[in-house]
């Protein structure tokens, strides 16, 4: 049988994202012959350049910017584009507004509005599931709050952990032991506004990932992150960018996970629909509590294609309307004691943790 051939669209391709995603269907896929059309806003980034992935590139005006729309609907009109992948946080902002008041100019798994602007903010988000128990108790922090030792300490007790209150990538993020701590904290990290200060939580740090699609849950799949690339050069040693992590199968970690997107569909009245991964960490218990919720694919998303749940692929069937796809739901099943291992520019490792090397 020939394949059908698909022209996808996949922005942001600078960061580890887009580029996992382009490989999870490239290379490890196989609904179709992809041509893959990458974009950035940097002439410097690097996936632009990847000829061997991608079949041609462009440099466009950043999401925000007056053009965005001109230039995104001239390639994907002179490139005959099937189906666009969103990826960089604030161009999914950017397009879900869009999709709000009017149609999209191609297909594409946008998350609607209400749970984006519910969602991108940790802080919007933790007061949003502050009575379910779901998250761990949290405050936000002023830098500027004349008060701030006796604000926060009223909430929390050392230690806790603090983090930006918006973006990814671990930004801003540390253990806070003592309010001396807390005071330098917030003068090297001048460019950060707001901060949500949380209980530290001592336990695995997890990530559930949530596949909906027209009001339906169609896919998850669990992992834990384990240590991450560069740590060093990070004060709390997180990076946002996994270099070891797990492939797992934890049911508790699933209905957590699921308990709160659906508090947070029902709070927003938005449809259950596009692509979501909800981080976790557990308490000193065990218990999984949430602590963000990305309304994208992250960079590990290859790993998981390659552990058997490509849910890059499932993604681009959905949106071809594949005749031939499950639509029951699938929380994907790994193989016992797998492991993924990342680097800097290099091709993830997927093996048994019991085939590590041993001193």
Not at 93 to 111: E, M, N
Not at 125 to 132: E, I, M, P, V, Y
Request: aromatic share 8%; charged share 25%.
């Amino acid at each position: 049988m020939i394949k059908k051939t698909l022209n996808i669209l996949i922005t942001g391709v600078g960061g580890p994202t887009p580029r996992s995603f382009a490989r999870a269907i490239k290379e490890i896929g196989s609904y179709a012959l992809y041509r893959l059309i990458a974009t950035d806003i940097h002439p410097h980034a690097m996936g632009l350049y990847q000829n061997q992935l991608f079949d041609k590139a462009y440099i466009t005006s950043g999401s925000s910017d007056a053009n965005y729309w001109e230039e995104m609907e001239d390639i994907i009109r002179i490139e005959n584009i099937d189906i666009a992948i969103i990826l960089p946080e604030q161009e999914v902002l950017a397009w879900s507004r869009r999709q709000a008041v009017g149609s999209l100019p191609c297909k594409a798994l946008i998350p609607p509005i209400e749970a984006v602007n519910q969602m991108l903010d940790k802080g919007i988000l933790t007061a949003a599931l502050s009575s379910t128990g779901l998250v761990p108790k949290s405050i936000m922090i002023d830098p500027t709050d004349p008060n701030l030792k006796v604000n926060t300490e009223e909430i929390l007790t050392y230690p806790y952990w603090i983090r930006s209150a918006t973006g990814s990538s671990g930004l801003g993020s540390y253990k806070i032991e003592n309010f001396q701590d807390l005071e330098r904290w917030i003068a090297i990290n001048k460019g950060i506004n707001n901060f949500i200060a949380s209980e530290y939580l001592p336990g695995r740090n997890l990530a559930c990932k949530m596949l909906y699609y027209k009001g339906k849950l169609m896919r998850s799949a669990c992992a834990e992150r384990v240590k991450y690339i560069m740590a060093k050069v990070s004060p709390s040693g997180i990076t946002g960018n996994t270099s070891f992590g797990r492939l797992i199968n934890d049911e508790k970690v699933f209905e957590v996970a699921n308990d709160a997107m659906e508090i947070m569909f029902e709070r927003t009245g938005a449809e259950r629909h596009g692509f979501y991964t909800v981080d976790l960490k557990e308490d000193a218990n065990g218990k999984p509590m949430i602590t963000e919720i990305n309304v994208r694919h992250v960079a590990f998303t290859q790993c998981f294609a390659a552990g058997g749940a490509n849910l890059c692929e499932d993604t681009i069937r959905l949106l071809d309307e594949d005749p031939t796809f499950d639509e029951e739901f699938i929380s994907y099943q790994f193989e016992e004691g797998l492991i993924f291992l990342r680097d800097v520019d290099e091709s993830p490792i997927i093996m048994k943790e019991d085939e590590l090397c041993r001193k």
